[in-house]
């Protein structure tokens, strides 16, 4: 459990993408349409009366709260509690709390809640409604795909699946989990697996500039934050191992595009999105360029393995 867990959620980190953009995630979102239920009204706001201790960064970490992995461009930064993620699931204990850096500093945007199941067991009844759609983890698949180059580390994954002590043990090694953005608005809706308003919000922009915006318009946007490319170089050596000179020329290939967006930045939100997405487009294609095939096999391998196909309704 302790070594899966963290390659699972570090993986799935990193294979995804002021002062107005801070009243804006702190402002109460309303739920995931006009047409919610008083039901899921009642339970989203419930789950902010639970959590509104949190939106102080020491109180999340005073009570145990642990980060793992590094801050996605899409999703932020995943607060897992070690103790909370192997109990049942508890709406007012959310197994994980996600912080974006807006402003400089945490800001509390969303909770995630996390099941470990068996491949014959249904994904747990949730929020009321069927709006949120859970994405599963298979962590044995994962486990393998990270380690297939390692030989040692691969050893060790192959004998905890043989002594049934992957995941949470007895079977459960698909760890199930759906995210509730209940203190940031998202334009994609209350329980979209992406927060692709995250990048906008960085960058001192409305996240409304993300509606029908893609992933790839996003990741362009991402570029823009202060550390962007030096996230984003990170993000590559993690999966692919980079070597000084490669880190170095996509370090360079990630910033002629960041200054290409941040030409953009005061444009409208349509020419701003265009400018992001022709960015990250080049940006991936020279990335392409740089990496060696075996090192773009390996980051395709670890991303197959972290996105599952489809979501899960309860």
């Known amino acids: 459990m302790r070594y899966i ?9 990193a294979c995804t993408p002021v002062l107005a953009a801070q009243e804006h995630a702190h402002a109460h979102p309303t739920t995931a349409s006009a047409s919610a239920s008083p039901a899921l009204e009642a339970e989203v ?3 902010r009366r639970a959590t ?11 009570e145990g709260y642990r980060l793992f992995g590094m801050e996605g461009p899409l999703v932020g930064e995943h607060w897992y509690h070690p103790d909370v993620v192997r109990r049942p699931l508890d709406l007012a204990r959310p197994s994980t709390l996600q912080y974006a850096t807006i402003g400089g500093r945490k800001v509390l945007v969303g909770v995630a809640y996390t099941y470990y199941r068996r491949p014959d067991q249904p994904v ?11 994405h599963t983890h298979d962590v044995t698949r994962l486990a393998r795909a990270a380690t297939v180059e390692r030989p040692v580390l691969r050893a060790i994954v192959e004998r905890r699946i043989r002594r049934g002590r992957v995941g949470a043990g007895e ?9 509730a953005w ?6 994609a809706g209350l329980f979209a697996e992406q927060h692709r308003g995250l990048p906008y919000l960085r960058a001192g922009l409305p996240a409304s500039h993300a509606a029908g915006a893609s992933e790839a318009v996003a990741m362009g946007v991402s570029l823009l934050a202060a550390e962007g490319c030096a996230d984003e170089v990170r993000r590559a050596d993690r999966l692919a191992g980079l070597s000084r000179d490669q880190s170095r020329d996509l370090r360079r290939a990630c910033d002629r595009q960041a200054e290409a ?5 005061t444009a409208s939100a349509a020419a701003l999105n265009g400018a992001a997405e022709r960015a990250w487009t080049a940006y991936l294609a020279e990335r392409d360029r740089i990496l060696r095939p075996e090192q773009t096999e390996r980051m395709r391998r670890v991303m197959d ?9 309860h």
Request: proline content about 6%.
């Open 52 to 62: 509104e201790r949190y939106r102080d960064i020491e109180v999340a970490r005073r």
């Open 171 to 179: 079977g459960r090694t698909l760890l199930t989990m759906v995210h």
């Open 305 to 313: 393995a972290v996105m599952e196909p489809g979501g899960h309704a």
């Open 261 to 265: 967006v941040r030409a953009s930045r």
């Open 124 to 134: 747990p009844e949730g929020f009321a409604g069927a709006g949120d759609v859970w």
């Open 5 to 13: 867990l963290p390659i699972t959620v570090a993986a799935s980190v």
């Open 182 to 187: 209940v203190w940031s608005e998202n334009p």
């Open 45 to 47: 706001e419930a789950v």
